[in-house]
């Protein structure tokens, strides 16, 4: 496997008869980190073992119980900048204001603004490095980047983008036709596809082409035609300015006859939706999109169809799907093994859980920046394009650099695992190449980091001992975590 992998298919073939029963292998540690990094963000050695040491389905049953997550806190307040807007347009403008005044103010909203999404990226973080059923997060991070929308453009608040966040979260093992209709109406998604400017009179087609080209259908499973009686359905949503809600306006809804996807009626939104859940296509759609973040990239089109199968049969509830999928022979075989790149936020996330550190700091967040992934600011309605995109010559180098810099801060736990690996290399080495990689090493780099334990090519003298231990367990870690291995899911 190369670290380039993460867009093309994995090599050999697919059993599609036996893809999605249920595994019935071996169930190791290993088998068990698998899970722990495609269903979450990885796990701490005790949480593999603890994991692996229960039977298979009620590791998966563990995974997929969510009442976990209900004494996690929420964020703290978020800033809200309406009022402070308002002042800025002149409504509430003090007398004898100037431009002046403005850009300062303006200024001031932005910086609370960024601040505010600042502490909301850290919450969000810490959420899933320490939430004990990750799938949750996981799932959330799925769909913010399935269902996008930016923080500050087009007036999208903090609060906005919590309250999407929170929607995510919620219908995490919900169904995805009703996760669809809520994220049409959540302000933030009205505001930044222009849904909230979208009236009888004058349509926009913005949200009605992406809904379908992006979110539920592709390319090529409807007409431009559908595109625009679509628009003329979502006619009537705005976001009221001086509250952020959402709210429809039935005098700026386009109640004439539509035509949509082969349907006919006076439409809603509602009704789009319910339609476009009724075309093969969406089922297809979500199949792929699912096995593409779970399973591999590129999944072959009898794995598709079995997946959509199972989701038009449950309805597209999620829950039974999942349970169905992180069950199955696909998702634990050899070709779904270490397939997909993780992204900055997985690479990030899982490095603390390994290391047993408890608690994100600002350095990740700007860590994550320079590896290219800044929660709540995707780079387009597309969101990010994942696979090996994320590994270029730059952003490798800051993997490695946010890994030194943990690894050598005051963060790391004055009595964590890494102070107990033995004081002899070759033992030092296993229990490295165990715990950060799943024993995912070849018999090169275990030599490697062997030499590296006992000196070789560093400016310090002699073998593992008690003077350079601290100082060099480290270093090895480090090197274990520039491995390709490590750098996949």
Known sequence: MTVGAGLERPAGMLDAASALLPYSGPWTARTAAHLMRRAGFGGSPDEIARLGGMPMNAAVDAM???????????????????????????????????????????????????????????????????????????????????????????????????????????????????????????????????????????????????????????????????????????TGWVVVRRTGEARFIRGRHDDGMKTFLGQSGNLGGADIVDIIYKQPACAQFWAKSLLNYFVYNDPEPPLVDALARLLRKNGYALHPVMSTLLRSNVFYSSR??????????????????????????????????????????????????????????????????FVAGLLNSTAMPQNGWLTSVPPQSRPATLQLVRNILAGDASAWGIDSLTRYLNGSGTSALGALSGENYDERVRGAAYLAMAMPAYQLN
């Open 64 to 234: 997929l119980d969510f009442s976990r997550n209900a004494s996690l806190a929420p964020p703290g307040e978020l800033y809200d900048p309406i009022s402070d807007l308002r002042q800025l347009l002149g409504t509430m403008a003090p007398a004898g204001s100037d431009d002046m005044q403005r850009r300062a103010l303006l200024k001031d909203i932005r910086r609370q603004e960024r601040q505010s999404f600042i502490a909301l990226q850290r919450w969000w973080l810490n959420r899933m490095l320490n939430a004990p059923a990750p799938l949750q997060e996981k799932l959330t991070l799925f769909f913010h980047g399935h269902f996008t929308s930016a923080a500050i453009q087009k007036g999208v608040t903090p609060q906005m983008i919590y309250a999407q966040n929170d929607v995510f979260r919620s219908n995490a093992l919900g169904n995805l036709r009703d996760l669809t209709w809520n994220v049409s109406i959540e302000p933030a998604m009205l505001l930044y596809l222009d849904n909230a400017r979208n009236q009888a009179q004058h349509p926009n087609e913005n949200y009605a082409r992406e809904l379908m080209e992006l979110f539920t259908l592709g390319i090529g499973n409807y007409t431009e035609a559908d595109v625009r009686e679509s628009a003329r359905a979502w």
């Open 336 to 401: 779904a093994y270490r397939a997909l790149v993780k992204s900055p936020v997985e690479f990030a996330v899982g490095t603390y859980k390994a290391l047993g550190v408890a608690q994100i700091d600002q350095t990740a967040q700007r860590a994550l920046l320079q590896m290219g992934q800044i929660l709540f600011y995707p780079p387009n309605v597309a969101g990010w394009p994942g696979g090996s995109n994320w590994l270029t010559s730059q952003t490798v180098i800051a993997r490695e650099n």
